[in-house]
T-cell receptor, first 114, second 116 residues
């Protein structure tokens, strides 16, 4: 049963600490997305990769957030330094660059910054 | 302007009844796709149904159907014979342009509660 895998599922950290979230996309998928979900803003796109190349990271605060795909099986989202306003659920999703464009989501990483 | 609008923050329905969740969208692109996702309390996002802008017929997937009214720019989700397990948050989303070059934009969601 192919699925997107995200770690950690839950993370509590203190303001100023570095946070790294990891995502393993579904094997064979060539697009990877990072979304952030909050009560106030809903689901917001942070970054988008196609064939490991970053295509759009306009939704990401550049001064503290960074997203990379070191290889086809791993995507990372890093926050340094973290702030309380970064508290949210971070979703990774992957898809194929064809047909409907349907995305398959991971279970999310719930981040709490104290 | 909001690209995806879901005007119903919450909906209640009794088990076995049908329910319609509203979604309107805004785009000037002639090629687009509309999606519905379900998010149960466990948090994962589950794909339900897809409608392409050029599809002639309304999409159906089991108990889910999409009432696509292109002129009105609406893409309502209809769930027939509701079940207790349908209680969840439901999100409408849109892809503008071709699938290879576009991301999904999501609405704020509608919380559906199914009662016995």
């Amino acid at each position: 049963d192919a699925r997107v895998t995200q770690t950690p599922r839950h993370k509590v950290t203190e303001m100023g600490q570095e946070v790294t979230m990891r995502c393993q996309p579904i094997l064979g998928h060539n697009t990877v997305f990072w979304y952030r979900q909050t009560m106030m803003q809903g689901l917001e796109l942070l970054a988008y990769f196609r064939n490991r190349a970053p295509l759009d990271d306009s939704g990401m605060p550049k001064d503290r957030f960074s997203a990379e795909m070191p290889d086809a099986t791993l995507a990372t989202l890093k926050i340094q330094p973290s702030e309380p306003r970064d508290s949210a659920v971070y979703f990774c999703a992957s898809g194929l660059n064809r047909d409907t464009g349907e995305l398959f989501f991971g279970e999310g990483s719930r981040l709490t910054v104290l | 302007a909001q690209k995806i609008t879901q005007t119903q923050p919450g909906m209640f329905v009794q088990e076995k009844e049908a329910v319609t969740l509203d979604c309107t969208y805004d785009t000037s692109d002639p090629s687009y796709g509309l999606f519905w996702y379900k998010q149960p309390s466990s948090g994962e996002m589950i794909f339900l149904i897809y409608q392409g802008s050029y599809d002639q017929q309304n999409a159906t997937e089991g108990r889910y159907s999409l009432n696509f009214q292109k002129a009105r720019k609406s893409a309502n989700l209809v769930i027939s014979a509701s079940q207790l397990g349908d209680s969840a948050m439901y999100f409408c989303a849109m892809r503008e342009g071709n699938s290879g070059y576009s991301t999904l934009t999501f609405g704020k969601g509608t919380m559906l509660l199914v009662s016995p």
